[in-house]
DNA sequence: CTCGGGCATGTGCACGTTCACATGCCGCGT
DNA sequence: ACGCGGCATGTGAACGTGCACATGCCCGAG
C-alpha cells in the first residue's frame, strides 16, 4: 500500500482567474468563451441547435481550463442521482462477485454509478440500516442481490418506493423477467446422474432461506420424481466449503448412496475431500455434481462436473431491466438464461 | 430476478403540503415546525446552541415529513461528496473482493460511500477512462487496487490530483503505512519447502508485472539465496487455476523438481490436477505450497499448505489511512501485516 | 416590403443546503 | 441603570447546473 496526498495548501495556480480554490464552473467556461452559461450547458447535454464553431470553441476552453461538471449541481437541479445501488450479501463469492462487477459495468456504459453496500448479517435491522443508508444517497434503481427468502420479505415490507430488482433467479417466475432457469439447471445434473445408473442419490443443499438452494432443491426432487427413483431427504448446508466436509464425514458413516448433487462447487469440493479422506474414490465409489461452474472447478481433484452459469449475463440483464424502467422505455426484456451441465471426471457410472 | 416498480404517475399523497411531487427540504420541515430553515439546519448538523425543546420539534416533523436530507445539495454547497472511490481490477478474485468488501463496510463506518469502477483491460486508456469517471464524480479520495507495476506508473503520470492510496503491497516501502509483507511471506513458504529437505525446487510466479508476483518472487529468490540452495528461473503465470494445470503438465515433462512454490492458491490447484494427471501424488512425488489461503484452500486434494494473508484487514487500514489524511488527522497508522503460513498436507519431506 | 418562424444564443430563476452575518433576548458585572 | 457577551434563532446569499422564457437574427413566403 502506497498513499499520495496533493499539496493542497499552495496550489499556487498562477494567472488563472478561478482562483478561489473552487474548480471552474460553466460560468468560467462562457466568460473565457465569450458566451453565456447557458450556451456551455448546451454544449454539455449535446443540444441540436448550436454553431459548429461556437461549440469548439467552448470545447476549447473547456479543455483549457480542465473544466469538470458538478454532478451534485447537476443532480441538484435535475432531481437525478445516475447512480443505482447494489445491495448485497456474500460478495466475496464467486457469483455475486461476478454479477456485481457484470452490473457495474452494464451500468457505467449507460453513464450510470454503482453504489454498493454490502450486508454481513441478514437480520432484519441490518438490511433496513444498509437499504436506508442507499436510499438516502437517493440512488434512483435498487438491484438486490440477497437471494434469501427473508431478504425479499423484508425488503417489500420496507416498502421501498424506488425501483427496484431482486436477483432470485428461480426460473420460474414470470418469463418477462431474465433469470437463471436453476430448477431446469437442478433437473440436468440429477438427470445426469440417473442416466448414468444412479439411483441412491444424496442431495446436499444450500441454506433453507436462500431461494436458488430451494429452487435447486426443487429441481432435484422434481426430477427424482419425474424418473420415478425413491428419494431421501436433502442435507441442508451453508454453501461452504467446510460445510460440505464435515457433512461428507457424516454422510459416509452410513454410506448407502452412489451419488450426491452439491447445491454447489464449495460445498462439492468439500465433499471430495472428505471421500478422500475416508479412502474411497470420486467417481469410482462415489459420483459428485456441482453446481455454478466457478473457474477452480475445472481443476479440483478430480475435474468437477457442474452446472453453468452465466452470473456476468444475469448481471448485465438485470441491470438492462432496471434502467429501461428508469428511463421509461418498456420494451420487454425476457428469456430465462439456461444454465448448462459440464461433464468433466467426478461422475461416472456406479460400481457393480 | 423480479422486478418493482412504484406507481410513480399517481402517487396520491392526500395532504401533504409539499405535493409538487419533489421530497420535503429542510424549508418544508421549517414551515412546519414553525421555525426557520437555518434551525432545522442546525438540527441536521448537531449545532450545540438549540434548544431541546425546539430541537425535539423539529425532529418530530422530519419524521412526520419522511424528510431525507437531500445529498446532493449538501455536496454542492460543501463542495465535499462524502464518497471515496476504488478502482479495481480483477474484482472477481477472491483477494481484491474481500479487500473491497472491508473498504466497503470500514468506509460505510465513517459516513462515506464506495463508488467502485472495476476495469477489464490494463491498458493506459481503459485506465484513463476509469479513472476519469471516478474523479468526476468528485470522488474525496481514491483506492486503487490493481496491483501492477503499469497501473501505479500510468496512474502517477495521470497526476491525479486528489488522494489516493495504492494497494500495492510489497512489504518493502516506508512502513508508515500499512501493508501485507509479501516477500516475508514468500519466504515462510519456501523456508518450510527447504526446511522439510527439499533442493530442487520450483517457483510458478504471478505475471510480471504485477508488484505482488514480483514481491514473492523476490522473497523466493532471497529465501533460496540466504539458504545457499541453488535455484532455476521462475515460470510467469496468470494467477489462473488454468494457467497452473498447463504449467504443470509442461513441468513434468522434465520432472527435475521434488518441490513448487505456486505464487497463488488457484495455480497450486491446477499444478496439483496436472501432477495428478500424471498419475503422480502430492505430496509423495512434489509437494506444493500455495499462496493466499483462499476459503477452499483446506479442502484441496490434499489439504494444500499455503500462505495466508489478511485482505480484509487490508482493506480496513487503507480506508482508515485514506480517511485520516482527508479529514486532517495526520495520526501515523503503521506496520506491516505480518502473513503466516499455514501447513496442510500438500507438503512432505521429498521421497528418498 | 412585411411578417412569421425557426435557429442560435442570452437572461433570470429554481433546486436544497450551508455559511456569514444580523437580530433579539437574558443575565451579569460595574 | 447601563452595557456587554453569549445564546437561540432568523435573513439573505451563494454553490453549479438546467429549464422556461425572451431575444435578435436571417430567410423565405405572401
Same mark, same amino acid.
Given at each position: 500500500?502506497?498513499?499520495?496526498? +496533493? ?16 474548480? +471552474?464552473?460553466?460560468?468560467?467556461? =462562457? ?15 449535446? &443540444? ?69 453496500? %454490502?450486508?454481513? %448479517? ?33 425488503? %417489500? ?20 423477467? +431474465? ?23 444424496? &442431495?446436499? =443443499? ?8 430451494? =429452487? ?13 427413483? +425413491?428419494?431421501? =431427504? ?5 454453501? %461452504? ?31 471430495? &475431500?472428505?471421500? &478422500? ?76
Amino acid at each position: 500500500m502506497n498513499v499520495h496526498m +496533493p499539496e493542497g495548501a499552495d496550489r499556487s495556480v498562477p494567472t488563472e482567474a478561478a482562483g478561489r480554490g473552487r474548480a +471552474p464552473s460553466i460560468r468560467d467556461v =462562457a466568460r473565457v468563451a465569450g458566451v453565456s452559461h447557458q450556451t456551455v450547458s448546451r454544449v454539455l447535454n449535446e &443540444h441540436p441547435s448550436l454553431r459548429d464553431s461556437t461549440k469548439q470553441r467552448v470545447l476549447e476552453v473547456m479543455e483549457e481550463l480542465q473544466y469538470r461538471p458538478n454532478r451534485a449541481a447537476r443532480a441538484l437541479v435535475t432531481a437525478r442521482s445516475r447512480t443505482i445501488g447494489v445491495l448485497t450479501t456474500r460478495s466475496d463469492q464467486y457469483g455475486p462477485a461476478s454479477s456485481i462487477r457484470a452490473i457495474e459495468e452494464a451500468a457505467r456504459e449507460a453513464e450510470y454509478l454503482v453504489l454498493t453496500s %454490502s450486508v454481513t %448479517s441478514t437480520g432484519r435491522d441490518a438490511l433496513r440500516e444498509a437499504l436506508a443508508h442507499l436510499v438516502e444517497q437517493s440512488v434512483e434503481g435498487l438491484v438486490i442481490i440477497a437471494p434469501q427468502q427473508r431478504v425479499v420479505e423484508a425488503i %417489500s415490507e420496507l416498502s421501498v418506493d424506488i425501483p427496484y430488482v431482486t436477483m432470485q433467479s428461480t426460473g420460474l417466475l414470470d418469463d418477462t423477467v +431474465p433469470s437463471v432457469d436453476q430448477i431446469g439447471g437442478a433437473r440436468l445434473a440429477t438427470r445426469h446422474l440417473i442416466e448414468l445408473g444412479h439411483r441412491d442419490i444424496y &442431495h446436499l =443443499a444450500g441454506p433453507q432461506d436462500w431461494i436458488e438452494a430451494e =429452487a435447486r432443491m426443487r429441481g432435484f426432487l422434481d426430477e427424482m420424481g419425474a424418473q420415478e427413483v +425413491p428419494t431421501t =431427504a436433502p442435507i441442508l448446508g451453508d454453501w %461452504s466449503a467446510e460445510f460440505g466436509y464435515y457433512a461428507g464425514r457424516e454422510m459416509l458413516r452410513i454410506r448407502d448412496f452412489t451419488a450426491i448433487f452439491s447445491s454447489n462447487d464449495q460445498m462439492a469440493l468439500g465433499l471430495i &475431500h472428505a471421500i &478422500h479422506e475416508a479412502g474411497l474414490s470420486v467417481p469410482g465409489d462415489v459420483s459428485v455434481v456441482g453446481f455454478d461452474d466457478i473457474p477452480e472447478a475445472a481443476h479440483f481433484w478430480p475435474p468437477l462436473t457442474t452446472v453453468r452459469q452465466d452470473f456476468a449475463e444475469l448481471g448485465r440483464r438485470c441491470i438492462a431491466r432496471l434502467l429501461e424502467g428508469l428511463t421509461g422505455d418498456s420494451e420487454r426484456y425476457s428469456g430465462i438464461i439456461a444454465p448448462e451441465l459440464v461433464v468433466r471426471k467426478s461422475t461416472a457410472p456406479p460400481r457393480r
